[in-house]
């Protein structure tokens, strides 16, 4: 995933996630999302295997 930070106008940011857009009030608000967002996609995944979707 593709992710870019960009100002829009004075007080207004954008993060882009590929063809999607989240705008923020400030710099640090569209850093920290993208941090947040960072760090969520490289945390470990564990897929579940059949018994537990059954269950699930």
């Not at 593709?2 to 923020?24: G, M, N, P, Y």
């Amino acid at each position: 995933m593709k992710i870019l930070i960009k100002e829009l106008a004075k007080s207004q940011w954008q993060v882009r996630l590929d063809q999607h857009a989240v705008t923020f009030r400030s710099e640090a608000e569209a850093r920290a999302f993208t941090n947040t967002l960072e760090a969520r996609l490289q945390a470990p995944h564990q897929i579940p295997d059949r018994q537990q979707r059954a269950v699930g």
